[in-house]
Each structure stands twice: as C-alpha cells, then as structure tokens.
DNA sequence: TACCAGGCAACTT
DNA sequence: AAGTTGCATGGT
C-alpha cells in the first residue's frame, strides 16, 4: 500500500513519544498493532506499506486534516508556529485503548526508554508471536486473557517496578468488554471511568483519552510540558486550566507538537 | 551521589 | 480541599 506524503513524517512520529512499538529498521519502521507488524518506509513523496489492510488508513488518522490544525495554532502565537513547522509530520495514531491503558500505567515516573523496554519485554514474554525480520522475532501485545494469567511478580519482572501491583489488579478486574464499550462514553464520563483505575490519574487519563480513545480536547502535562508552559507562556500555576482554555480545540494535538518540539529541539 | 524520567496513591493537615 | 511523601529502576 502507497500513500502520499501529506503531514506524514516516520521519524517525527516515532519520536513524538505516543508509540513505544516502531523500530527502526533499514531506511523505515517496523511496527506493531492492530495484531500486525509491518515494515514501514518513505520514498520520495510516499509511504510504503507491506500491508493492504485498511485499518492502517485509520491507524494513521489519514481523514484528519492536519494541515487545518497547524494553521489554526500556527497563527496564534509564535511559539505554536515554530512548534508546529518543527513537527508537521506529526500525526496522533489510533491506538488500541487497552494497549495504551496499561502503556501509560506504566509511563508514570519512569523514562520513555524504560516504558518501551518493559512493554518489549511484556509482548515477547506474554503476547503472541506474529513474525520476524532478519532472524529478529516480533510479537503481540498480550491479550487481556494472556495478561490475567501473570502475577505481580511476572509484571515486576518486566521492568515495571511499583507499578506491577496496579497492572495485575487492573487486568484482573476489568473485562475487554468494559475497555472497548467506553467508547461509548462522552468525554467527562470516559475520563471518569479511567480515572477510577488504579495507576491512573490525570495526566495519564488525559494520555488515554488522547492516543487510545481519540479524544483531541484534553491536555496531557507531564515534566516536559510543565517546561513549556513555564518557559514559553510564563505560566506556573493553574496550567491544566490554562492550557485546555488556550490550546483548544485540539488541545491534545497541540500538545504532541509542544511536547515534541520542547523536546527534541 | 543525588536527581530525573510522559505521576500516582496514601497519608497528613 | 490542599499539601506532603514514598515509590522501582536505569541513566546521567
């Protein structure tokens, strides 16, 4: 499959700290979801994909008009224009909300270098195997069935220290059904429902909200973030509430350019 | 050696 | 309701 490069950039994705499961490979990515794994690359004005499946087309968000969006923030102050121009690659996936419900669990307090290793070591231990490259063997994110038959010992063996204890109660008391019929939910209710979880709290609801359930209008702030909003808005106090009034109404999107360019440039 | 990393739960006032 | 503290672990 071939799509032409509009606000699409591999790298800037990759790096935009919303996937922990692209690997560089060759001149592209390999990447895993949706119970697939894929090498991905670009060439010329394109990207390739070894894959028909169409869910791809919505794992990229490719009916959302991102060009739109950069103009509204790129107009509005001169921080958001530098940001925006620095990360107009950036597209916000369509992840599955289970995956990302216990990624982001596991994201509190750690580093992005660490959350990506325990979640490698979480698939190659627990999920299934899907395929391999140059003798390198890919595997699944597990399924809430394969998670419940960890226990807390097997999820701090992955990596993911205090939190083991949050994870094997997570898996243990929620069903894949509740996961998927939050969808249902309006935003309030659905960060209500999250916010009930053990390990989780506001900004990882909000990161949830984001990447898992598409929800654009909340505003994850994490150390980074925190960074910019002092920084580039001279914003201490209350930023939750001021950066959900200023950054709407895509207050999730303009988040991924802030967090990415706060912290790659 | 302290401090930090896509913060949170539990506890105190 | 608001503020403080401990927390697994690897990197710097």
Not at 109 to 124: A, F, G, V, Y
Not at 171 to 177: A, D
Not at 181 to 199: C, T
Request: hydrophobic residues 35%; negative net charge.
């Amino acid at each position: 499959m071939k799509i032409v490069k509009r606000n699409f950039d591999l790298k800037q994705i990759a790096e935009s700290g919303q996937a922990f499961r692209w690997h560089t490979f060759k001149e592209g990515y390999i990447l895993i979801a949706h119970h697939e794994c894929i090498y991905i690359r670009e060439e010329d004005d394109s990207i390739i994909i070894d894959s028909d499946s169409e869910h791809w087309l919505n794992y990229f968000d490719l009916n959302r008009d991102y060009q739109k969006i950069i103009d509204h923030y790129a107009n509005k102050d001169d921080y958001l224009k530098k940001a925006t121009d620095f990360g107009s690659g950036i597209r916000v996936l369509r992840q599955d909300p289970f995956e990302m419900i216990i990624t982001f669990i596991i994201s509190a307090n750690n580093n992005i270098k660490r959350i990506t290793e325990s979640i490698k070591q979480l698939s190659s231990r627990y999920g299934s195997y899907l395929r391999s490259f140059d003798g390198v063997d890919y595997y699944d994110f597990p399924t809430i069935e394969q998670f419940k038959k960890l226990t807390i010992e097997d999820f701090r063996n992955c990596g993911v220290g205090y939190r083991d204890k949050y994870l094997y109660e997570l898996v243990q008391t929620i069903s894949i059904e509740d996961v998927y019929d939050w969808q249902a939910l309006d935003d309030l209710e659905l960060k209500a429902a999250l916010l009930r979880l053990k390990g989780v709290g506001e900004k990882v609801a909000n990161c949830i909200l984001l990447f898992g359930y598409h929800r654009v209008e909340g505003f994850p702030i994490d150390t980074w973030i925190k960074k910019v909003l002092l920084e580039a808005y001279g914003v201490e106090n209350n930023q939750q509430a001021f950066a959900e009034d200023y950054f709407k109404p895509y207050g999730g999107i303009a988040q991924q350019y802030l967090f990415y360019y706060g912290r790659l440039k």
